[in-house]
């Protein structure tokens, strides 16, 4: 019906948008650069001919490359320098004014061929068709837009890892509940295990076979029913909530 639609629509517009959140709070952790500022950047990809979602792979890809060149890759160094980034500013500047001042000089290339080829060298294929350009001076103010949206950013991140250790404490909890039951099934020796194969094969029926060897599992079921009984649908809610988190 209708209602379920849109409760299944609704799930899973939320999952999309708590996965976006998570890469992009995990491109700010690893990487150093504000929130807003890989908010507003992704912004102005969308604007400008490419994908949103990919700026926190863009700026981990540039973190990569800024790594390179304070390690002492003269191809880096020399590519920051096109761009007007100087080897004393890579030491000085912070990556986040790194970053603003790479976006701010590929929009200053004139020259496209040599501007997609700096493009490549920073960003790999996260760049692909955006025109940086229509962008590059307005990252600042871009980011102060954003500033509200990264606050909500990092509070979907915050959950999602919350979550992550909710789910992971739940599995042990189903683990030590199932136990007994595991514990059961792993009573049964080879020899029983045989009889009952071969039961099921002499009979031929399932049901017959199942008739047959049922005072064998006796007390699997009856340990089955408690656990059960305890959990309910249990599986099936955490099951749905990891598929739609990705966990």
Not at 42 to 65: I, P, W
Not at 68 to 77: F, H, L, P, Q, V
């Given at each position: 019906?209708?209602?379920?639609?849109?409760?299944?629509?609704?799930?899973?517009?939320?999952?999309?948008?708590?996965?976006?959140?998570?890469?992009?709070?995990?491109?700010?952790?690893?990487?150093?650069?504000?929130?807003?500022?890989?908010?507003?950047?992704?912004?102005?990809?969308?604007?400008?001919?490419?994908?949103?979602?990919?700026?926190?792979?863009?700026?981990?890809?540039?973190?990569?490359?800024?790594?390179?060149?304070?390690?002492?890759?003269?191809?880096?160094?020399?590519?920051?320098?096109?761009?007007?980034?100087?080897?004393?500013?890579?030491?000085?500047?912070?990556?986040?004014?790194?970053?603003?001042?790479?976006?701010?000089?590929?929009?200053?290339?004139?020259d496209k061929a040599q501007q997609a080829a700096l493009k490549q060298q920073f960003f790999g294929k996260t760049l692909d068709?955006?025109?940086?350009?229509?962008?590059?001076?307005?990252?600042?103010?871009?980011?102060?837009?954003?500033?509200?949206?990264?606050?909500?950013?990092?509070?979907?991140?915050?959950?999602?890892?919350?979550?992550?250790?909710?789910?992971?404490?739940?599995?042990?909890?189903?683990?030590?509940?199932?136990?007994?039951?595991?514990?059961?099934?792993?009573?049964?020796?080879?020899?029983?295990?045989?009889?009952?194969?071969?039961?099921l094969v002499n009979i031929g029926l399932l049901a017959g076979g199942i008739l047959a060897v049922s005072k064998a599992f006796?007390?699997?079921?009856?340990?089955?029913?408690?656990?059960?009984?305890?959990?309910?649908?249990?599986?099936?809610?955490?099951?749905?909530l990891a598929v739609r988190l990705g966990l």
């Amino acid at each position: 019906d209708w209602t379920r639609t849109g409760a299944t629509a609704f799930a899973g517009l939320v999952a999309s948008a708590t996965t976006y959140a998570k890469s992009i709070s995990d491109a700010n952790q690893v990487t150093g650069i504000s929130t807003a500022t890989i908010l507003a950047f992704g912004q102005g990809m969308g604007l400008a001919g490419g994908e949103a979602r990919k700026a926190g792979d863009a700026v981990d890809k540039f973190s990569e490359n800024l790594g390179g060149a304070r390690a002492g890759s003269i191809e880096t160094i020399y590519g920051f320098s096109k761009l007007g980034i100087s080897f004393a500013d890579l030491g000085r500047l912070s990556n986040e004014d790194l970053f603003k001042k790479t976006i701010e000089g590929l929009g200053n290339v004139s020259d496209k061929a040599q501007q997609a080829a700096l493009k490549q060298q920073f960003f790999g294929k996260t760049l692909d068709g955006v025109n940086v350009s229509e962008f590059s001076g307005k990252l600042g103010q871009l980011s102060e837009v954003q500033k509200k949206n990264a606050e909500n950013v990092e509070a979907a991140a915050k959950s999602v890892n919350q979550l992550k250790d909710a789910y992971s404490k739940l599995e042990l909890a189903t683990l030590t509940a199932i136990k007994p039951f595991a514990d059961a099934v792993n009573k049964i020796s080879p020899e029983q295990l045989d009889k009952i194969a071969s039961a099921l094969v002499n009979i031929g029926l399932l049901a017959g076979g199942i008739l047959a060897v049922s005072k064998a599992f006796t007390f699997l079921a009856e340990v089955a029913v408690i656990v059960w009984t305890a959990f309910g649908n249990y599986a099936t809610i955490v099951a749905n909530l990891a598929v739609r988190l990705g966990l």
